[in-house]
Nanobody, 122 residues
Framework: VQLQASGGGLVQAGGSLRLSCAAS????????LAWFRQAPGKEREFVAAAAGGDPSTAYADSVKGRFTISRDNVKKTVYLQMNSLKPEDTAAYYC????????????????WGEGTQVTVSS
């Protein structure tokens, strides 16, 4: 397993969760890492990404100001801090990695972890 996501759970609206994704790849620092999510009956969508090699980040408009992506290159882990959660954030969240720059297009990511479920109750 090269990417392992964890940290999902059930939370009330307005609450917070922090997702983690631990990587077991060589050259972790060179990987751009992203979070995507998929709700039942909906297509997978980009959430956030952090570049490898520089501090650049990117966010979907729907999560800007509420979610923060960060990475620890020593621990080979990427995090997604999710605050002010809304019921519409309910989805399975997936981490993904690629050796290029940040993109919001899932098929360009070559590494994928199994999803971790986030459920936000109203």
């Amino acid at each position: 397993v090269q990417l392992q996501a964890s940290g999902g759970g059930l939370v009330q609206a307005g609450g917070s969760l922090r997702l983690s994704c631990a990587a077991s790849v060589r050259g972790f620092r060179t990987y751009s890492l992203a979070w995507f999510r998929q709700a039942p009956g909906k297509e997978r969508e980009f959430v956030a990404a952090a570049a490898g090699g520089d501090p650049s980040t990117a966010y979907a408009d729907s999560v800007k100001g509420r979610f923060t992506i960060s990475r620890d290159n020593v621990k080979k882990t990427v995090y997604l801090q999710m605050n002010s959660l809304k019921p519409e954030d309910t989805a399975a969240y997936y981490c993904a990695g690629r050796t290029g720059g940040i993109v919001d297009y899932g098929p360009l990511y070559v590494l994928w972890g199994e999803g971790t479920q986030v459920t936000v109750s109203s």
